[in-house]
């Protein structure tokens, strides 16, 4: 990987909540790198951290030590207007993530006007298009929507910015089967559109496989194994956690799972 | 001809009705016309409210209609005239100064309609602000805005209302500010309260992260979330802030005589309430269905705009 081509390197991040004996440290000296126009994996269970490891990138969380760089630009305190037009997230649940009493028109403006862009018309159409939204829902209030009809204008929001980057927390895993793959196809094919760099993070690995380049393996706050997607269909993992997480994936078998190691 | 103008009526009725409950408006001014002919449709359904919307509306048009309404002079005495029953000359009867007590409600409503618009316009701002400003920084911040208010809230509000106006002199300006001053506190409470479980939600955060500042996300992301519990909380405190008002002017802090306000009528009246009962009873009437106007109003409006009891 040319150095040139990193568009986010994270080294020895740790963040921490609480103090003294109520510390709880909830990632621990996670380091990785995403090259340009690449989607990067991060899974776990439930608590790994890979959340955590998202809104530390935003600056929502202090970093308890290591660094973060965008771009080859380093990251630290508060985050200026720039950094959010280069870095945008989406939610896990697109139920809470919309404003109630905001129609669709004025989620998405809302970004224009703080950024104080031009041609605001024609953006919030583009983007409605882009999501698969068409025009008709551009006045309903987020109650009026479904969950996938949510997630889309999330998304639109996001992007409305262009920006470079996308954190993805769990895009899919509040939506329906159904709906998820759609959500999934209309990711990779907006990838391509405007050239973005994602972090998805799951617990699914058959979404990270399928979305994903390469992927980082969480638990307890530590990344335990980076693997590319090749070497993940192969087979070729080596830590047992991530072994065990495949095996979870072929479906519920009694034995196994009574198997299974809790990994601290 | 006749027959066919009907329908056509009919049909643009219709055809608003549809414009109005479309799930697709084409306009910003469509879908909020929408959402409050919902929430109209929602309000009309509770009978009591519709009432108290009817009381309400009563009040406005009769302070603005007094001078063409009222059949005399408030403040000119008659004193040939004085202490009345009711007539065809004076269909509510007269005081001790011979003064018509129908033309004085009728203009007292003005000054009862002054009270409650101006406290409300000071006080629910005011909780407002300081409410979300607390409840969205937390921390220090907090704790010195709460304790404020605390100490505001500890007040009994008629005495401190009374304690202000015996230091800024009686007058119905000085006994509306010590009522604003007296009843910020509850509206800053329910703000807190509701920006605190707003705080962290994925919305704002999103808002947060699209670099909106703080003032923007309490304008224009958190007030108007809290806006609906304060406003019916408001309705329902107006009740409280046009008895305070009748109390202070009961006992001669409020407005000054010969202003006709309506809990100076009730004190002018004490003297005669036995033999000449009208004079004190009807200006106490007349708050008593005032009051229960602003109460029925606010259950309603709480039925429709309080996100907790179901309405959209």
């Known amino acids: ?264 | 001809m006749a027959n066919n103008e009907y329908p056509q009526q009919e049909q643009t009725v219709d055809g608003l009705r549809q414009w109005l409950l479309t799930t697709t408006p084409c306009s910003r001014l469509q879908a909020r016309a929408g959402r409050s002919y919902i929430a109209w449709l929602s309000f009309t359904r509770n009978r009591l409210a519709v009432i108290g919307l009817g009381i309400i509306t009563l009040l406005v048009l009769t302070a603005v209609l007094a001078p063409l309404i009222a059949p005399y002079h408030p403040n000119v005495p008659d004193l040939e005239q004085r202490l009345q029953t009711m007539s065809m000359e004076h269909w509510l009867g007269t005081d001790q100064l011979g003064r018509d007590i129908l033309s004085r409600i009728l203009y007292g409503s003005r000054l009862t309609l002054y009270v409650v618009v101006l406290v409300a316009i000071i006080a629910a701002p005011l909780g407002l602000v300081v409410g979300t400003v607390a409840g969205y920084s937390g921390g220090l911040v907090d704790s010195v805005l709460m304790r404020i208010t605390d100490i505001f809230l500890a007040f009994p509000k008629l005495i401190l209302a009374l304690a202000f106006v015996a230091a800024l002199g009686p007058g119905i300006e000085n006994a509306i500010i010590a009522i604003a001053i007296t009843s910020w506190p509850p509206y800053a409470r329910i703000a807190r309260a509701e920006t605190i479980t707003l705080r962290n939600s994925d919305f704002i955060v999103a808002a947060r992260l699209q670099g909106a500042g703080h003032i923007r996300l309490i304008v224009h992301h958190i007030i108007p979330l809290c806006l609906s519990s304060v406003i019916v909380r408001v309705t329902l405190d107006m009740a409280g802030i046009i008895l305070t008002a009748a109390g202070l002017g009961f006992l001669g802090l409020g407005a000054q005589p010969p202003l006709p306000e309506w809990g100076a009528m009730i004190a002018g009246g004490r003297q005669f309430l036995l033999d000449q009962w009208w004079v004190a009873t009807l200006p106490g009437i007349a708050i008593f269905i005032v009051s229960l106007g602003f109460n029925l109003l606010g259950d309603g409006l709480r039925d429709v705009l309080d996100p907790r009891s179901g309405g959209k």
């Open chain 1, 1 to 264: 990987m040319a150095q040139q081509d990193v568009m986010i390197d994270v080294q020895g991040l740790g963040v921490s909540f609480g103090h003294g004996s109520a510390r709880v440290d909830a990632v621990r000296d996670v380091s990785f790198q995403v090259a340009r126009g690449c989607s990067y994996g991060l899974v776990g269970e439930s608590g790994s951290g890979k959340s955590t490891v998202l809104k530390a990138l935003c600056g929502l969380y202090p970093l308890q030590g290591g660094s973060i760089a965008i771009d080859g630009r380093a990251c630290i305190g508060r985050r200026n207007l720039d950094f959010y037009r280069q870095v945008q997230m989406v939610f896990q649940d697109p139920y809470g993530s919309l404003h109630p009493r905001h129609t669709v028109d004025r989620v998405l403006r809302e970004p224009i006007t703080i950024h104080k862009l031009e041609r605001a018309e024609s953006r919030i159409r583009e983007m409605l298009v882009d999501v698969g939204l068409g025009l008709d829902f551009r006045f309903r209030y987020s109650h009026q929507l479904s969950g996938g009809q949510r997630q889309r204008v999330a998304i639109a929001r996001a992007l409305i910015l262009k920006p470079k980057i996308l954190l993805l927390d769990e895009p899919t895993s509040a939506l329906d089967v159904s709906v998820q793959a759609e959500m999934l196809n209309l990711l990779h094919r907006l990838r391509e559109k405007y050239d973005l760099t994602y972090i998805l993070v799951s617990h699914d690995l058959a979404v990270v496989a399928h979305m994903c380049d390469r992927l980082g393996v969480m638990v307890n706050g530590r990344m335990v194994e980076t693997l590319s997607d090749v070497s993940l269909l192969n087979g070729q993992a080596t830590h047992p956690y991530t072994r065990q997480l495949i095996n979870a994936c072929h479906g519920y078998d009694r034995k196994m799972i009574d198997g299974f190691v809790r990994y601290e």
